[in-house]
């Protein structure tokens, strides 16, 4: 919305200066543009949003000028002021490009830049001292909100619920949409429907004038809830917030039913010429009858409506596949109502049987017997679909018939990323049957592939790998991803395949390996990676790698693995470091003094006499204080871990110190990390551990002169615990198998072999119960088959061990179904008689409710219930009160552990 201010400034008005400058040899600025538009040189000029104008969100003032004769360091001296206020300009200075004649800002500052207000502005050139004449004043004004929401009415379909739903399918309303701002120019529209929720109608009209209304005119395609959305849109293009107006159009298409031919899914007791019953239900007063059509071409016909708005009509579909039921209601008037479009599914694509599993291992194959479900078959077509985003084309295989339709098929995996098959029959006439999907599952095969050396330097590096593939004739080994380096090599009798490389220069190297068959069939390929160092070797009896050293001097010794190595650079954990210079066997020694007890990291490497510099070398060893704990050992359990140790035998023991540090890096003091235990024991707990997350404990012993040990450490790897179940909810008396992983962290490789315990907690209680202990498999894998009674949480429960933290799975759920039955006592009655429905609920509920449900008019409504006996039985007397077909069912509800359950359908006629 805007303001608007009558008052302005003329052209020729001096604003807000007490004194002008020299005339400069520029004329007055031209050509001006306000936002993109000519200069409008009476108010209110153009109504602007800034929002809507630019990124910047400004308004944009520009002009042009001749600066022939003008210096090359010019400004643009801008003027913007509120007409109602002249006295108080806005002055923006800019700078002109030197090879520019355009005069240019914007007006970024929102303070400045008012609702509402109408501005006037003009422009000058300063050049230096002097300036040019001023331009022609132009206006503007800010309008930077849309205001409040149009009114939306209609005669046709007037607000409401589904209780009073208008109109109908097909059957023009007109919309009458009023403003509730006087700047109103046009009006932004969106119907909705709830049937068809994707595919809205959006659209404009313009108002009959400014601040006017507008008329809409639009018919419904479907019934039910509907809504319209509408925005006026005022002269500087603002939306008004949105005006809702929801409204429900009356069902007249029919309702359809077909246990047969079932919405869904296929039965396959039914198929092309197999006739099945289809219910039609009016839902208009007064039908007579029913049209109905099957896509076009197809079966059609009319029946006659009992008086109940009833027919049931038998069709034998004549084709296969996907088709669309058409049925419209005809009433006593001779009015075709609108349309019920009823998708089903005529499935007559081929059984299977066979490797129906679908699992393969690359170079391997399945088998497959076809068998008709249509009349004439004699070939059999297939074709593979793939899980990738990739397109690709598809490769159609036909496969002959016996004389008695049948026929078998072998799919030889020759790759991975096939999701399936399609496999549909072919009549001698060329028709094609619906296509069976046949899921496959192939295993890749890559091999598995282990190394012994090649660390050092132009040593062998020794390599065996082994594929799951059937009947491998060759593997193909590649160093470094390098086609040139590669190796064919032969599989042993045991269909292993032994190679090596030497490689000739350091770094990380990696080798892949495939397999390959007679057919040339290949897996996928799998390797391993290391490191090749030149770094010099380094030992040390005084500070050996294992075990530790005194604290005092001690000699380390360096040895080349780097031809022509002349010196070496070290460096230590604690900050020292320097050069030594090599023997003539280019040999050197370091002697070293550790300034405390503690865990240290000597690094080294060698150089030549052109300063070629080898690979760096680290060499990681322990000072004593007073001997460290002995037998150090840690057992991981959920949430904690047990830390075990035996104490040194000395007699001024203080105390012991064990902190703990995430990741697989001890502390490096007693004062890192977190505080674990301080105390003279031999065993403490870390409590509080998170779940999922790699611990490592250090163990100190400080002596009664505060002097500290070394601190051998311990890592326990984090791990997770998966859970997944085959079933979400299932039916009483059925089993689900719950299976879990138990994953490291930091590999997220299973750990097989470990110890796993299955709990349960019945819903609606907080009591875990313990239901089995199990132990993962050699893929990691543990799974049990349950049978529940009720809905239960479950969770898998990995122990831990001296390797890893246990863990707790993530919760899943599964539902029990009750199971009802229902009988009923007789079939078919007489009119005044009654029928007894009766059965009875597994597990039992005794007092629990269970109702009695009828299908009427296309849906099931509550016409009784009863209390259950102590056996889970009932019991219910119908008498029926018209004669026709009734359908009933025995609903037992939801309770808080088990879900809702129906019989089946029963129905009886009564003449």
């Keep these: 919305m805007a303001l608007i201010m009558a008052s302005t400034l003329g052209c020729g008005t001096i604003v807000?200066?007490?004194?002008?400058?020299?005339?400069?040899?520029?004329?007055?600025?031209?050509?001006?543009?306000?936002?993109?538009?000519?200069?409008?040189?009476?108010?209110?000029?153009?109504?602007?949003?800034?929002?809507?104008?630019?990124?910047?969100?400004?308004?944009?003032?520009?002009?042009?000028?001749?600066?022939?004769?003008?210096?090359?360091?010019?400004?643009?001296?801008?003027?913007?002021?509120?007409?109602?206020?002249?006295?108080?300009?806005?002055?923006?200075?800019?700078?002109?490009?030197?090879?520019?004649?355009?005069?240019?800002?914007?007006?970024?500052?929102?303070?400045?830049?008012?609702?509402?207000?109408?501005y006037a502005w003009r422009v000058r050139v300063l050049d230096g001292a002097a300036a040019s004449a001023w331009s022609d004043t132009c206006h503007f004004t800010v309008d930077r909100s849309g205001g409040p929401a149009p009114t939306v009415t209609s005669a046709e379909y007037p607000a409401g619920s589904w209780d009073n739903a208008s109109g109908a399918i097909g059957?023009?309303?007109?919309?009458?949409?009023?403003?509730?701002?006087?700047?109103?120019?046009?009006?932004?529209?969106?119907?909705?429907?709830?049937?068809?929720?994707?595919?809205?109608?959006?659209?404009?009209?313009?108002?009959?004038?400014?601040?006017?209304?507008?008329?809409?005119?639009?018919?419904?395609?479907?019934?039910?809830?509907?809504?319209?959305?509408?925005?006026?849109?005022?002269?500087?293009?603002?939306?008004?917030?949105?005006?809702?107006?929801?409204?429900?159009?009356?069902?007249?298409?029919?309702?359809?039913?077909?246990?047969?031919?079932?919405?869904?899914?296929?039965?396959?007791?039914?198929?092309?010429?197999?006739?099945?019953?289809?219910?039609?239900?009016?839902?208009?007063?007064?039908?007579?009858?029913?049209?109905?059509?099957?896509?076009?071409?197809?079966?059609?016909?009319?029946?006659?409506?009992?008086?109940?708005?009833?027919?049931?009509?038998?069709?034998?579909?004549?084709?296969?596949?996907?088709?669309?039921?058409?049925?419209?209601?005809?009433t006593r008037d001779g009015t075709a109502h609108a349309d019920r479009a009823y998708r089903f599914i005529v499935d007559n694509g081929p059984t299977l049987t066979g490797d129906t599993r679908g699992s393969v291992v690359i170079g391997s194959s399945l088998a497959f017997r076809l068998a008709p479900r249509m009349p004439n078959v004699e070939a059999y077509v297939y074709w593979a679909e793939y899980s990738s985003l990739e397109q690709r084309p598809i490769e159609k295989i036909t496969v002959p018939a016996r004389p008695d339709g049948t026929a078998d098929l072998t799919w030889t995996a020759t790759e991975t990323g096939v999701a399936g098959l399609r496999i549909q029959s072919r009549s001698a006439d060329g028709t094609l049957s619906h296509p069976r999907w046949q899921p496959i599952s192939v295993d890749g095969a890559a091999p598995t592939v282990t190394r012994t050396g090649g660390t050092d330097l132009g040593t062998p590096a020794t390599f065996t790998a082994r594929s799951r593939m059937a009947d491998v004739v060759d593997y193909v080994a590649t160093l470094h991803y390098d086609e040139a380096s590669s190796q064919v090599v032969r599989p042993a009798a045991d269909g292993t395949a032994t190679f090596s490389f030497t490689p000739t220069r350091s770094g990380y190297k990696a080798v892949t390996v495939i397999a390959r068959n007679a057919a040339g069939v290949q897996t996928e390929s799998d390797g391993v990676t290391w490191t090749v160092t030149d770094g010099p070797r380094v030992a040390s009896t005084d500070f050996p790698a294992t075990g530790s050293g005194r604290l005092a001097p001690g000699t380390f010794s360096f040895t080349p693995r780097m031809p022509g190595s002349t010196s070496y650079q070290w460096w230590v954990s604690d900050g020292s470091g320097g050069t030594v210079a090599a023997k003539a066997d280019g040999s050197a020694a370091l002697t070293w003094t550790p300034p405390a007890a503690r865990r240290y990291v000597l690094s080294v490497r060698s150089f030549t006499a052109d300063r070629t510099a080898s690979m760096v070398t680290t060499y990681s060893f322990i000072v004593e204080g007073p001997p460290m704990v002995s037998n150090l050992k840690a057992t991981g359990g959920v949430g904690s871990a047990t830390l075990s140790w035996t104490l040194p035998s000395i007699t001024d023991l203080d105390q012991v110190i064990v902190r703990s540090a995430t990741g697989s890096t001890a502390p490096s003091s007693p004062t890192a990390g977190t505080a674990v235990y301080e105390g003279t024991g031999s065993s403490a707990t870390a409590t509080g551990l998170a779940p999922g997350t790699t611990y490592t404990f250090a163990v100190w012993v400080k002596d009664s002169n505060g002097k500290l040990s070394a601190a051998p450490g311990v890592t326990l790897l984090g791990s997770t615990t998966t859970i997944a179940a085959s079933a979400t909810s299932l039916a009483h008396g059925s089993a689900v198998t719950v299976s879990g992983t138990a994953v490291r962290a930091d590999t997220g490789a299973r750990i097989a072999n470990a110890p796993m315990r299955l709990y349960g907690r019945r819903k609606g209680t907080s009591q875990w119960t313990l239901i089995t202990t199990s132990t993962t498999d050699n893929s990691g894998e543990a799974s049990y088959s349950h049978k529940p009674s009720w809905g239960l949480d479950y969770k898998w429960q990995y122990r831990g061990s001296t390797a890893a933290l246990g863990s707790e799975s993530s919760l899943t759920t599964v539902w029990v179904k009750t199971t009802v039955t229902a009988t009923l006592s007789k079939t078919s009655v007489p009119l005044g008689d009654s029928v007894t429905l009766s059965g009875s609920v597994s597990p039992a509920h005794p007092g629990k409710t269970v109702r009695l449900e009828r299908y009427v008019d296309g849906s099931w409504s509550t016409v009784s219930s009863t209390a259950l006996s102590w056996t889970g039985a009932y019991s219910f007397t119908i008498q029926p009160s018209a004669k026709g077909t009734h359908h009933y069912r025995v609903h037992m509800p939801p309770d808080i552990d088990h879900l809702a359950s129906y019989s089946d359908t029963r129905s009886f006629e009564v003449h």
């Excluded at 050509?31 to 104008?53: E, I, M, R």
């Excluded at 002055?91 to 970024?108: D, I």
């Excluded at 092309?272 to 289809?278: K, N, S, Y």
Aim: proline share 7%; with cysteine; hydrophobic share 40%.
């Design 171 to 330: 059957v023009p309303g007109v919309f009458a949409l009023a403003p509730a701002s006087a700047d109103t120019v046009s009006y932004r529209y969106r119907f909705y429907s709830g049937e068809l929720s994707e595919d809205t109608v959006e659209g404009t009209v313009n108002a009959e004038r400014l601040g006017g209304p507008a008329t809409v005119r639009w018919s419904p395609r479907t019934a039910g809830h509907h809504s319209l959305t509408v925005r006026a849109i005022d002269r500087a293009g603002n939306s008004s917030e949105p005006a809702y107006h929801e409204f429900y159009v009356k069902e007249t298409r029919p309702s359809v039913f077909s246990a047969a031919y079932q919405d869904l899914s296929p039965d396959l007791d039914y198929n092309v010429g197999v006739p099945g019953a289809f219910e039609f239900t009016a839902t208009v007063a007064g039908t007579a009858s029913f049209a109905w059509r099957i896509d076009e071409g197809g079966p059609s016909g009319t029946v006659p409506a009992d008086a109940a708005g009833k027919a049931t009509v038998m069709i034998a579909p004549t084709r296969g596949g996907w088709q669309t039921l058409h049925v419209h209601s005809v």
């Design 16 to 118: 807000g200066l007490t004194a002008a400058p020299a005339t400069a040899a520029v004329g007055a600025p031209t050509d001006l543009k306000t936002a993109g538009q000519s200069c409008a040189t009476a108010a209110p000029g153009p109504y602007l949003s800034p929002v809507l104008l630019n990124a910047a969100q400004a308004v944009v003032l520009r002009g042009t000028f001749d600066r022939t004769g003008a210096g090359s360091h010019l400004e643009a001296d801008f003027q913007v002021w509120d007409v109602a206020d002249p006295e108080h300009p806005q002055q923006w200075l800019r700078t002109v490009g030197e090879q520019s004649n355009e005069v240019y800002v914007q007006l970024e500052d929102e303070a400045k830049q008012l609702d509402g207000v109408t």
